[in-house]
């Protein structure tokens, strides 16, 4: 991941019209888009098509973002955009039932080569209980925890991607984090193992092989 000040200087030089620049930024943002949208949409076919307007977008309006330093959470809003006009326009409820397109993405993302048939297992079932209490919860509520915990942005930030004031962002990373905790507890895990099922989510979502870090706070 590009460091901060290294990202600033690629966006102000994206917006002055260095096309290297603007395809390095495009790289960069790529993978951060698709994790984001697919932890909130948890559709693959779908994230494919809305990272990509997502990324057009970008290009289109980077000129129009007046503070370089908040490219991520301007960024973020562009891909909450695109994700409730989807929803808004087909019409389509957000809930999302396991298949075997499922199956088989599980089934890649635990392959444990360094571990014995049992241990296979055991992963597998616990990422199963892990995206089991995510899929049932509301999408904003995976959205804001992706943002806090696993993009690590401040409150603010995830203010200006979710088009809300801090304080509003605030209440719902605390509602978010509640309802996690039910739905851990429904699948027969404990509270205490809300730090860990995050930081396994962001490894099961990610499109690169870096595991996320994780912050509940």
């Known amino acids: 991941m590009i460091e901060e000040k290294a990202c ?3 966006v102000r030089l ?3 019209g260095h096309e ?3 395809s390095r930024l495009a790289e960069e943002a790529e993978g951060r888009l698709r994790a984001y949208i697919y932890r909130v949409t948890l559709d693959h076919d779908l994230t494919q098509d ?7 977008q970008m290009v289109k309006s980077l000129k129009s973002l007046k503070k370089a330093e908040r490219f991520w959470p301007w960024l973020y809003r562009i891909a909450q955009s695109k994700i409730q006009q989807h929803y808004k326009t087909k019409q389509k409820k957000t809930a999302i039932t396991e298949s075997a397109l499922y199956e088989d993405f599980l089934a890649q993302r635990c392959d444990g080569r360094q571990e014995d048939g049992f241990g296979q297992l055991a992963r597998k079932e616990l990422s199963r209980k892990v995206m089991s209490a995510m899929q049932r919860m509301q999408q904003n509520y995976r959205a804001v925890l992706s943002l806090r915990c696993l993009e690590q942005l401040s409150y603010a ?3 200006v991607a979710m088009e809300c004031s801090e304080v509003t962002a605030r209440v719902l990373f605390f509602r978010a984090r ?5 739905q851990l507890s429904q699948q027969g895990l404990s509270k205490g193992f809300l730090l860990t099922s995050l930081g396994l989510f962001g490894k099961l979502t990610t499109p690169a092989e870096a595991a996320s870090s994780a912050n509940v706070t």
């Open 8 to 10: 600033i200087k690629l």
């Open 14 to 16: 994206a917006q002055q």
């Open 20 to 22: 290297n620049c603007m």
């Open 50 to 56: 809305l990272s990509q307007e997502a990324l057009l």
């Open 157 to 159: 930030d995830i203010g």
């Open 178 to 182: 509640q309802a996690l905790k039910r």
